[in-house]
């Protein structure tokens, strides 16, 4: 029995374009690059049947896992890219490395704690903040990074739409919120009373990571209303974990 090799050939070809095409149909990114790869470089040929359903599996698991950090980073608005592995230990300010890498396993975010960063201008407070958050979202947590001011305003606006309600829920389910700044500009009684319906609903439930060039110590004051500022104080100091950095601004150090 004869076999034409060239009709063989481009019966294959024909089938892997098919695969290729079905693959990109049904959104199996992973898989096409891994497959189409395979198909170029004759990887294919090294692997058992076993070995090679493993690899394509893995390559879609490992793209979905990718675009969904990617995602999640995107979601979160950092104001910029920040990583624990960056972060510059040797500048004598406060941050201990061993309590940092203990942040970095995120178990305050499992336990729903909440974490102050305090410290003087240009200490690497929002850095630090960011670089948890960039943490937070490989690790599959929804995180949200704002400027404390400007979340303020924008639920004062969403209060004045009669939206306020849904912008809420949408920050209560965020496993992390990071409030930057906090305290940077003083609070009316709307924003007072949106920060506090903020803490309310993730009180016990999700964690928040507040910044401020305020000492924890001056908070009570700088929420302004007493019974708010109680309010606000009793829910989020008691279990919370504590950064205290100090010393030159790093900015001025590296001019």
């Not at 941050?95 to 305090?118: M, P």
């Not at 639920?155 to 939206?163: D, E, I, N, P, R």
């Not at 016990?204 to 109680?230: L, R, Y």
């Not at 104080?233 to 950064?243: A, K, N, P």
Request: proline content about 1%.
């Amino acid at each position: 029995m004869n076999i034409n090799i060239k009709q063989l050939t481009g019966t294959r070809m024909e089938m892997n374009k098919e695969t290729l095409e079905r693959m990109t149909t049904l959104r199996l990114q992973g898989m096409y690059y891994a497959f189409r790869t395979s198909l170029e470089t004759r990887q294919k040929e090294t692997m058992t049947i076993d070995q090679f359903v493993s690899w394509l599996i893995i390559s879609e698991y490992d793209d979905r896992r990718n675009r969904s950090i990617q995602r999640a980073i995107k979601y979160a608005n950092f104001r910029h890219k920040a990583s624990i592995e960056d972060l510059n230990f040797s500048v004598e300010r406060g941050l201990d490395k061993n309590q940092v890498q203990r942040l970095a396993e995120l178990s305050f975010i499992r336990e729903h704690k909440d974490l102050f960063i305090t410290g003087s201008t240009g200490t690497g407070k929002t850095y630090l903040a960011t670089a948890l958050g960039y943490e937070a979202c490989q690790k599959g947590c929804r995180v949200l990074y704002t400027n404390t001011a400007r979340l303020m305003g924008l639920l004062k606006s969403a209060k004045a739409k009669g939206t306020i309600l849904t912008d809420l829920k949408k920050i209560e389910r965020m496993d992390l919120l990071i409030l930057d700044d906090f305290g940077m500009q003083p609070f009316d009684a709307i924003a007072r009373m949106n920060l506090l319906d903020v803490i309310e609903d993730r009180y016990g439930k999700k964690s928040t990571i507040i910044t401020s060039q305020i000492p924890v110590n001056e908070w009570h004051e700088t929420i302004g209303d007493k019974t708010v500022a109680d309010a606000v104080l009793d829910r989020i100091v008691h279990r919370s974990l504590r950064v205290e950095l100090y010393g030159e601004s790093l900015r001025k150090l590296k001019l």
